[in-house]
């Protein structure tokens, strides 16, 4: 990695870690005083290393500039002080033997905590992202703008309302008690679930934010695995999806960032350490009674990482989108399903489930009508192709549909 790589690397990787021990320190009401000291931080790095070369431990650096200008920052804002001291010492000395602890154990727990925090069920989920981004992420507000296909304004907004709430429920950046984690952790799953979607099925051309969206899910998810409290099976069935599908991220698009349907997909490219890590955690969330949404979800796609196209692979999979549906309806799981019926039991009767759904808006229900009426009617697959084209959002999707309406 060069030099000029190498702070936007280190604000990806620290910035959350610094924002999470300083807002557990401050307490979840200073979370903006947190973020804009660590903002600080990086803008002194750039400053610093621009003329007087890269540190030998860029790392502890950042730290020890972090924990001056927090101590710095307390000095100079009684106002803060009145409120966040007492919090802490209650004297001006108080502030120097200060510890504010950048431990490797301490981030990790001050990020799960906050990462219960943020996923607090009283903000809205969308809010609960775009936290998670910039909080546990260190998304900056382009980024998550970009994520969400929207604007600057408007997340602002949304993270500026989702903080004001957190404050009025004076919810705390700890992990709930026993009685209520299980409750909590579900919000916490969703979120991660939702996050890794944005990043795997984002509109947005921006190819390395989808990757990252999807890494930095898979992070957080990995780092409930690692807490006795949270390890649950629910947990590892979900890390176990993430690694199945993200084990094709090589094989997913060309080099010029077109899609690569998964029949065309080279075998080759998977990483197959992700497949096993996932079956790994798959194994894991076997553990207990509970069957979630994630646990079908994560075995659909590991029969996907199994190429071989074969009837028997085909109907675990439609009888695993039938127990998902049973379980938890939503119009793309119904979709896939219609997509595996037609591979285990012929395009025909798929076509009458499919048009039974008819989901109008969504260009991957005419992609598929397509696809199915291929070699059956190419009238009418040409015209369901030409339907998905006109209201798909990406340049990527439209060539995409464009090929394959070009090949009838």
């Known amino acids: 990695m060069n030099d000029s790589q190498l702070i936007p690397h280190l604000f990806r990787t620290e910035f959350s870690k610094i924002t999470a021990v300083l807002s557990k320190t401050f307490g979840l009401a200073h979370i903006e005083i947190a973020e804009d000291i660590a903002s600080e931080t990086f803008l002194a790095a750039l400053d610093n290393w621009t003329y007087k070369g890269i540190p030998e431990n860029p790392t502890a650096w950042l730290y020890a500039v972090a924990k001056n200008k927090a101590k710095n920052f307390l000095h100079r804002n009684s106002i803060y002080n009145q409120k966040i001291v007492p919090h802490l010492k209650h004297s001006a000395a108080g502030i120097e033997e200060m510890e504010i602890d950048l431990s490797e154990g301490n981030i990790k727990d001050s990020q799960l905590q906050m990462l219960f925090a943020v996923c607090h069920p009283a903000i809205p989920v969308e809010s609960q992202v775009g936290l998670a981004l910039r909080s546990l992420c260190g998304f900056g507000i382009d980024e998550i703008a970009n994520a969400f296909l929207t604007n600057k304004e408007t997340i602002n907004k949304r993270l500026f309302r989702a903080k004001e709430k957190l404050c009025e429920e004076k919810i705390g950046i700890v992990i709930p008690p026993e009685n209520e984690i299980n409750k909590r952790l579900e919000t916490v799953l969703t979120t991660l679930y939702l996050l890794f979607n944005e990043g795997y099925y984002s509109e947005s051309n921006d190819s390395v934010i989808r990757e990252e969206l ?33 084990s094709r991220f090589a094989a997913r698009k060309t080099d010029n960032g077109e899609i690569i349907l998964y029949n065309d997909q080279d075998e080759s490219l998977w990483d197959r350490g992700l497949i096993e890590k996932g079956v790994m955690h798959l194994r894991e969330a076997s553990q207990g009674k509970l069957l979630s949404k994630y646990h079908l979800e994560a075995t659909i796609a590991y029969w996907h990482t199994i190429k071989a196209d074969t009837k028997e692979k085909w109907e675990n999979i439609l009888q695993l989108y039938n127990r998902l549906l049973q379980l938890e309806y939503s119009p793309v799981a119904a979709l896939n399903r219609t997509y595996a019926l037609s591979k285990a039991n012929g395009k025909q009767e798929a076509i009458v489930e499919a048009e039974k759904l008819n989901l109008s808006s969504n260009h991957y229900y005419f992609t598929l009508l397509g696809e199915l009426y291929s070699d059956i009617d190419n009238t009418k697959s040409k015209e369901n192709f030409e339907k998905a084209f006109s209201i798909a959002k990406t340049q990527t999707d439209k060539q995409t549909i464009r090929k394959r309406i070009d090949s009838l």
């Open 214 to 246: 999807c890494g930095e899910a898979m992070r957080l998810t990995y780092q409930l695995t690692e807490n006795d409290r949270t390890n649950t099976p629910a947990v590892n069935a979900l890390y176990a999806l993430m690694c199945f599908h993200a």
